[in-house]
């Protein structure tokens, strides 16, 4: 296993246009996240999976934006009639649950390289 | 205001200097406290997380939390020019899922 993998690597779209980004995390996480981040800014949280669940959206995620986990493996992450305003890196995350008899054990985020998103 | 504060330089320092970075925060629910590692064009990769309060060090990397303060430090020793790059921090709680991330200190370090 080579970690998690996103594609594409770099997307240009027209503003208006659709786009959808592909993640493949690693196989043996069961969560897997999806962040976005802007130039000069930390990722932010964008939605959460637990297997094929998707457990928490936040409210930056508006009905435009639609994720899914089909059989709790890959995600997929669709923008619906894009704006410039979400030029940006989505990112994507996956890790092993935590134990509930070890709470002091935290595996941490695995990320992927990213897409670079830019809408014209 | 945010929940997670960081200072986002950038700092520069010569190499084998002793580098300091810091956050604070504000929600008291905050269990795990990491330190995340990103350069350029990469996603974040994990450095080192610590639950609760306490001193963790691996290597020339040791990380404090003092929840009485909310404050977060990650000292490094010995910096290289290998250690340039965004430094993130990173909080989450035991009950929740997510991470909440700061903005990143981007850190040069000069031969």
């Known amino acids: 296993d080579t970690g998690v993998s996103q594609d594409p690597r770099h997307k240009i779209t027209k503003r208006g246009q659709n786009v959808t980004f592909r993640c493949d995390p690693i196989?043996?996480?069961?969560?897997l996240y999806w962040y976005r981040q802007t130039l000069g800014q930390g990722p932010e949280f964008l939605t959460y999976?637990?297997?094929?669940?998707?457990?928490?959206k936040s409210r930056l995620l508006s009905d435009r934006f639609s994720a899914e986990r089909p059989k709790g493996s890959f995600s997929t992450l669709e923008i619906q009639r894009t704006e410039q305003g979400d030029s940006a890196m989505y990112l994507c995350?996956?890790?092993?649950?935590?134990?509930?008899?070890?709470?002091?054990?935290?595996?941490?985020?695995?990320f992927g390289s990213g897409t670079r998103l830019t809408v014209v | 205001q945010k929940e997670v504060e960081q200072d986002p330089g950038p700092l520069s320092v010569p190499e084998g200097a002793i580098v300091s970075l810091n956050c604070t925060y504000s929600n008291s629910a905050f269990q795990y406290f990491m330190w995340y590692r990103q350069y350029s064009r990469k996603g974040p990769e994990l450095l080192m997380y610590?639950?609760?309060?306490g001193n963790k060090e691996d290597g020339r990397f040791t990380a404090q939390v003092d929840k009485s303060s909310k404050y977060i430090s990650l000292f490094i020793r010995d910096s290289q020019p290998s250690d340039s790059a965004t430094y993130l921090c990173?909080?989450?709680?035991?009950?929740?899922?997510?991470?909440?991330f700061g903005a990143g200190t981007r850190l040069f370090v000069k031969a």
């Open positions: 999976f637990q297997n094929e669940a998707q457990l928490e």
């Open positions: 196989s043996e996480h069961n969560r």
């Open positions: 995350a996956s890790s092993l649950g935590k134990k509930k008899d070890r709470p002091e054990v935290n595996y941490g985020y695995t």
């Open positions: 990173a909080m989450s709680g035991t009950g929740g899922f997510k991470t909440i």
């Open positions: 610590t639950y609760s309060s």
